[in-house]
């Protein structure tokens, strides 16, 4: 049943919805009527649910919906949705133009504390608009705060061997990180700032449609699936992966594989060949033809 929004109400959610979009969040969840569980019945969609919300995988929309959209789930009338803006990316006419738009939409971000702690310029990513492999790091470092571009020091030309030997170059992916800006001494992202960035990732994602994000390391596994587990334990698999907010009902989503950060390589080359492993999943999934020198 639809009800007419009070205007208050509707001014009052109107000015909440552009405090999240200005975080860069157009996307809002709402909860099912949750039953007791001992009553046996399972969460059911709220009628009048956008069915692209229903079709995010549990665990993230469970996330999602538990960070974010507090506003959204508080209103039980579906006329809600008629207050929510649209994306600015969302009527571009191709990828590079939606990106700029993103890009736009972030501007001389000053969402998270990262922009005070020291970072010369936003890294917001690079590659094919309409990529079909889509590598994710946790955040830029030095060289990258320097030159604006992820992963183009040491761990970057490792990231570039790795491409080169699934047969592909660098110019052919996209690259990106979950946070923008660099962190002070190169220490992981704090979860707030994860949080506050990771919007603006998500649209990236929608926007090229990737068949295959790789995330690099545990920091970037776990905030693109929001699962809490050690690597041993999220890596030699595909996951199902649909970008928090894609609407477009022609993609059904990339496949998430899990690898170690080149830092890490790095730091133990001994697991090269475990990531190794990954890439050839990867490579086999893509139709790739296995290069006869692996990562160097
Ligand atoms: S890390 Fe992201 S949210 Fe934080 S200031 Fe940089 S661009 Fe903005």
Known sequence: MSHVLDPALRRALSERFRYYNELGIYD??????????SSGTAVVPTEGAAESDLRFQPELREEMASRKSAAAAAVADQNIFEVLPARPEQDASNPADALQLIREDLGDCTRCKLHKQGR?????GVGNPRAELMFVGEGPGADEDAQGEPFVGRAGQLLNNMIKAMGLRREEVYIANVVKCRPPGNRTPERDECETCSPFLMRQ????????????????????LAINAPMSELR????????????????????LAVTYHPAFLLRDPRQKGEAWKDLQMVMKYLGLEPPKKAVE
Request: charged share 25%; no cysteine; net charge positive.
């Open 236 to 255: 030699g698999r595909f996951y199902d992966f649909l970008p928090a907010g894609s609407r477009d009902a022609s993609w059904p989503g990339a496949r």
């Open 120 to 124: 010369k310029q936003i890294v917001f």
């Open 205 to 224: 994602i929608a926007v090229i449609k990737p068949k295959v994000v790789v995330a690099l390391g545990a920091v970037s596994a776990r905030n693109l």
């Open 28 to 37: 809002f969840y709402r909860r099912g009527p949750r039953v007791a569980e």
